[in-house]
């Protein structure tokens, strides 16, 4: 009778063991979501907005200030209202668009047009480049050119300020600073100095539409871009121990030559290169004047030597300098003064490493309950660190978490879960490393359809033509995992154990 208990005790914890290995591999049932790729510098996502800071202006004419203050916080600059309302002219009640240009290229290192220094932004050593631009969207074709235009902005990451009415068809103007667009609602969004909340009040959102015909045909669609130059080096081949390369230095302004207006000429340009010990220019001069083309770009090279020995440390530091004279009269400012600016940006090449990190693959899964994993497979010449996923799935700021290394080249992060899913939506992906030589990635933009409800399952579906699916859209389910296993068999064994015992005693 005991033998014939035990036994029953054994079948039953057999029985027992299967339904757990069954709900085990249940659970572990994913589905990979199909990706699109979307190569921002020549792509357009369905939907985007850029992290911004928010300030309210501090007086009724000042939101001019507020919105360049807003501006310059996006680049990561931190500058003082009431400095900016006395570079900018701003009266008690308004800012003039002519000024507004002049202000964006004020610094510490900005002068009278006698050379005298003028006290400048506090914690601003140099100037900001910027022009101004207006629109004719009286056609289909016009709306296409402005809209195209403000999303490529935003894209690079350069701030864009409007000049419209602060209600629709008003008569009195006021200055929003452009944060983002979601083309699924046809909306444009901006960050607005006068609301009354950080986050609920100081996002402001209109129909596309409706903002050409009621709010920015109030100046004409006039908008103002604040430009940040960029320098990519670039060697022409791998530097040798004793032999000679070619180094490339493209130089973008952001500000094509129609930008370039009397009031706001630009003298001077240059770039400036210093080499690491032993290293030698063979051809180029150390500081090279150059002339941008009509896109605002400049290419400068050199044949730099290098020494015997090569060293994981030796950098390259490129400079660029251009200076921004203004002696002219605009029509839009309050009294034309003579001032000279100084606009400068710099970067550092790594002569051992200067490729940043690649993305190789990237997947999305989903399991039964909706909940994601992130899998990134990233490559690089040497040692990744700080790697992060950017995601959201609306036109607000990222949400950012720590990727963790898994094996191989492959990063994760597990349990993103979104929050009330209205149905249909699109989620954004966007990886973000850095190397120890110093060298970033901002990967491509990632969409993929989120349809998720608590009935069903699915892996979305995505049309367009640069679409990767990363895996089939059903994985097959993972095997037990091992801590069941290990439960499994501990019950199991413990049976026999006491099934013995029994028989013994017999």
């Known amino acids: 009778m005991r033998v014939k208990t ?44 850029v992290d911004i800071p928010w300030f309210e202006q501090e007086t009724p004419g000042s939101c001019g200030a507020a919105a360049l203050r807003t501006a310059f916080g996006q680049l990561g600059d931190h500058l003082i209202e009431g400095e900016i309302r006395t570079a900018a002219q701003t009266t008690s009640t308004t800012t003039l668009s002519g000024d507004m240009i002049r202000a964006a290229h004020f610094s510490n290192a900005s002068e009278e047009g006698s050379g005298t220094p003028i006290q400048g932004y506090t914690g601003k050593p ?6 101004e631009i ?40 006021h200055y929003r600073v452009l944060r983002g667009y979601d083309d699924r609602k046809g909306t444009v969004i901006f960050t607005d100095s006068l609301g009354s909340h950080p986050v609920s009040g100081s996002q402001w959102t209109v129909h596309s539409d409706t903002l050409y015909a009621n709010f920015w045909d109030y100046s004409g669609c006039w908008a103002q871009i604040i430009s940040p130059w960029s320098i990519s080096l670039t060697p022409a081949e ?24 009397a009031p706001w000429s630009l003298q001077n340009a240059s770039i400036s290169l210093e080499l690491p010990e032993g290293y030698s220019l063979s051809s180029g001069t150390g500081n090279t004047v150059f002339g941008f083309n009509s896109s605002g770009q400049a290419l400068v090279s050199w044949q730099i030597q290098v020494p015997l020995t090569i060293e994981n440390t030796d950098m390259i530091t490129a400079g660029v300098t251009g200076w921004i004279n203004g002696t002219g009269t605009h029509p839009w400012q309050v ?40 899998n990134a ?8 660190q700080n790697v992060r996923l950017h995601w959201r799935m609306s036109a607000t700021n990222w949400t950012v978490a720590n990727m963790q290394y898994v094996d191989g080249s492959t990063w994760q ?20 490393a850095d190397d120890d030589s110093g060298n970033s990635l901002v990967s491509s933009i990632y969409e993929c359809d989120y349809d ?53 005693r017999q």
């Open 134 to 173: 207006a629109f004719y969207v009286g056609t289909p074709s016009g709306k296409t050119a402005a809209n195209e235009f403000l999303k490529q902005r935003l894209l690079e990451g350069k701030p864009v300020i409007l000049l419209m009415s602060y209600g629709s068809g008003g008569s009195s103007g």
């Open 413 to 432: 992060t597990r349990g993103i879960a979104p929050i009330n899913p209205s149905g249909d939506e699109v989620l954004q992906f966007q990886v973000h």
């Open 335 to 374: 009294k034309p003064y003579g001032y000279c600016d100084v606009v400068y940006h710099e970067t550092n090449l790594n002569l051992t490493d200067w490729s940043p990190p690649e993305m190789a693959e990237f997947v999305v899964s989903s399991d039964d309950e909706g909940v994601l994993t992130v």
């Open 6 to 49: 035990a036994l029953l005790l054994f079948l039953l914890s057999m029985s027992f063991s299967v339904i757990i290995a069954s709900d085990a591999s249940a659970a572990a049932t994913t589905d990979v979501l199909p990706v699109t790729v979307i190569d921002i510098s020549s792509d357009i996502p369905t939907y985007y907005a």
């Open 377 to 384: 497979s990233l490559t690089d010449d040497g040692s990744l």
């Open 452 to 504: 998720y409800t608590t009935e069903t399952s699915t892996t979305g579906t995505v049309t367009e033509t640069q679409t990767t699916t990363t895996g089939p859209t059903s994985s097959p389910p993972e095997p037990i995992p091992f801590e069941v296993m290990v439960l499994v068999i501990l019950g199991a064994v413990s049976v026999i154990i006491i099934v013995v015992i029994i028989q013994r």
């Open 126 to 131: 140099f100037g900001t480049d910027s022009y």
């Open 238 to 261: 791998s530097p040798t121990p004793g032999g000679d390369f070619q180094l490339d230095a493209l130089i973008d302004s952001g500000v094509p030559s129609s930008g370039r207006s």
